[in-house]
């Protein structure tokens, strides 16, 4: 027995999500331009240039990255840091052998994908055991994050920020507590700020009712602490009327 999409969520998503994708092509150049950027729609980490997986469809990370190696002058490595709860097999097989991109990957172990294959790509791996909590957690990503950068001082970081870490999600089966959560996001952007590092977070994957509450918590706390926001943008900034969160 085949199963279809009703047809209305078929035309909806069939012109949403590219338009998530090219969105991540936006945000790259604005992260750039600006010191940051973030596309709430972005994050399709187990999709690649030939192969779609794990409720991804487009390559995102992986367009975004070409766009802005290929488009904006002066880039020409970039780092690749996914802290979603699964490993981001589809970026790590397009980039595989690529020197120019260093991808640092934080995930559960025992979890969908376990792509062998594509875990040669990750130059810096921290794989999680069940139920992972936020004291442990924190503290690998920032000592791996500050390695990884010094490791390849790159010219812009995509960071995946999936939520699916979150305590009680099935399909992460980690323990990060909200609060976790927005603080993982504030080292990231501490950690990049201080180096000089223009930053495109994207928010990948997160499967509670609660996720879109964390992820708008994480947001403002960003933008209160003066991470984020007009005062926050470069030195070098572009004037520019689009907006950084997309």
């Known amino acids: 027995m085949s199963h279809r999409l009703p047809s209305s969520l078929e035309v909806e998503n069939h ?3 590219p338009c998530a994708i090219s969105n991540s092509d936006l945000a790259g150049k604005l992260a750039v331009e ?8 972005g994050g399709f980490h187990h999709c690649s240039s030939d192969r779609g997986g794990g409720f991804c469809a487009y390559a995102d990370i992986t367009l975004a990255i070409k766009f802005l190696f290929e ?41 969908y994908p376990g792509d ?69 996001d504030e080292l990231v952007f501490r950690v990049a700020r201080r180096c000089q590092v223009p930053i495109l977070m994207v928010t990948s994957g997160g499967y509670q009712k609660r996720t879109a509450r964390i992820i708008a918590d994480s947001i403002l706390n960003l933008y209160d602490l003066g991470l984020i926001g007009p005062e926050s943008a470069s030195i070098s900034a572009q004037n520019s009327d ?3 969160l997309l």
């Open 71 to 111: 488009r904006v002058e002066g880039i020409s490595r970039a780092t690749i840091v996914d802290l979603d709860a699964h490993q981001g097999n589809g970026h790590e097989r397009d980039f595989m052998g690529d020197q120019r991109v260093y991808i640092m990957d934080v995930y559960n172990r025992h979890i």
């Open 242 to 244: 689009t907006p950084l």
């Open 15 to 17: 012109f949403r999500l």
């Open 34 to 41: 600006r010191g940051w950027a973030i596309n709430v729609g």
């Open 116 to 184: 062998r294959f594509a875990k040669q790509a990750i130059r810096r791996k921290v794989e999680l055991e069940w139920g992972t909590e936020d004291d442990e957690y924190l503290d690998k990503v920032e000592r791996n994050l500050k390695r990884a950068l010094q490791e390849h001082p790159p010219d812009v970081m995509v960071y995946n920020a999936g939520t699916d870490i979150l305590e009680g999600d099935r399909l992460g089966g980690l323990s990060i507590s909200p609060q976790g959560i927005v603080k993982r």
